[in-house]
C-alpha cells in the first residue's frame, strides 16, 4: 500500500467529521486551518494594485534585515490611521487555463509592521518577518478578517464548475486540511462557504482484447470549502478526500443534504 493512500485511509473518519451541514458552524479544526493560511496569503485582482503601492526603501542606517522590532523607511501613500501594514512581495501570476486571461496576482507575505509616523520618507517597526524585508517590498492594508463564526454553508448555491490552479505552500500532492487556489471567484457566482466537489478525470487504458484506448468514468475525489473569494480567484480548503488531489483537478458545485 502507498504511503499517500494510507493517510488517506486514516484521514477518513476524521477528514468526514470535517465537513459542514448547510446553515451549520464551521468545526474547529477547519476554522484554525483557515486562519493560520490567510495569515499568510493574499490575492490582488490586478498586478498594479500591487506595483503601485508604497514600499520600502531601506532600514535604519541604510540596513534591511528583517528582524522584529527594526524598523524601516518607506516611500508612498501610507495612512497614519491605519495601525498596521502587511509588507508583501510581488508573487505568481495567475492565469485561465482555458483563456489565458490574467485571473489575479499572489501577494507573497513577508510580514507586518506597524505605522510610526509620517514624513517625506515614511517609518514603520517590523512586527512579524517570514523572511528577509528587501528594498522594493511592498506595503499593503491589512486584509479585514473573515468572521469564521458566521462562515455557513449555503442551503442553496448556482451551480459552478472550474479547476484548481495552485497549491500556495507548494506541494503537489493535495490533502485534508491543505488549501488551494481555484479560477472561480466572486465575478462566477462563487461565494464564502460554498462547498465543491473534486473530480478525478478518469484515466485512458488500453482494451486488452480490441487493443484500443478507453477512457475511464470520472469519480468524485474529495470535498472543498471556499473560505475566501476575489474578484476572479479564491482560496478553498480541502475537508475529505479519497484520492490525492492535483493542481488541475476539476471541481463543481457539491450537492448537499439538508
Not at 517597526?125 to 492594508?141: K, S, Y
Not at 469564521?148 to 451551480?159: E, I, M, Q, S, T
Amino acid at each position: 500500500m502507498r504511503k499517500s493512500l494510507l493517510v488517506l485511509l486514516l484521514w477518513a473518519p476524521f477528514a468526514m467529521a470535517l465537513l459542514p451541514r448547510p446553515g451549520q458552524p464551521l468545526d474547529p479544526s477547519t476554522r484554525q486551518a483557515i486562519q493560520r493560511f490567510l495569515l499568510h496569503n493574499r490575492i490582488l485582482d490586478k498586478p498594479e494594485d500591487l506595483d503601485t503601492a508604497p514600499y520600502i526603501i531601506a532600514a535604519d542606517n541604510g540596513r534591511v534585515m528583517g528582524a522584529n522590532g527594526e524598523r524601516v523607511h518607506a516611500r508612498g501613500v501610507l495612512d497614519p490611521a491605519q495601525p498596521a501594514y502587511a509588507v508583501v512581495r510581488r508573487g505568481k501570476l495567475y492565469t485561465d487555463p482555458a483563456t489565458q486571461e490574467l485571473l489575479g496576482v499572489n501577494a507573497d507575505d513577508i510580514g507586518t509592521a506597524r505605522f510610526i509616523y509620517a514624513g517625506d520618507l515614511s517609518t514603520l517597526a517590523l512586527q512579524r518577518v517570514t523572511q528577509e524585508v528587501r528594498p522594493g517590498d511592498r506595503l499593503l492594508r491589512v486584509e479585514p478578517a473573515v468572521d469564521l463564526a458566521r462562515l455557513k454553508v449555503p442551503l442553496n448555491a448556482a451551480f459552478i464548475e472550474g479547476r484548481i490552479i495552485d497549491v500556495p505552500r507548494g506541494v503537489t500532492q493535495i490533502g485534508v486540511l491543505d488549501a488551494v487556489t481555484l479560477d472561480k471567484g466572486r465575478r462566477d457566482g462563487l461565494i464564502e462557504g460554498q462547498l465543491l466537489t473534486v473530480i478525478k478525470a478518469g484515466a485512458t487504458v488500453r482494451d486488452s482484447l480490441s487493443d484500443s484506448p478507453v477512457t475511464l468514468p470520472n469519480e468524485p475525489a474529495g470535498t472543498l470549502l471556499v473560505f475566501r473569494t476575489y474578484e476572479k480567484l479564491s482560496f478553498g480548503l480541502v475537508l475529505s478526500a479519497s484520492h490525492s488531489l492535483a493542481v488541475m483537478d476539476r471541481f463543481e458545485t457539491a450537492r448537499q443534504s439538508q
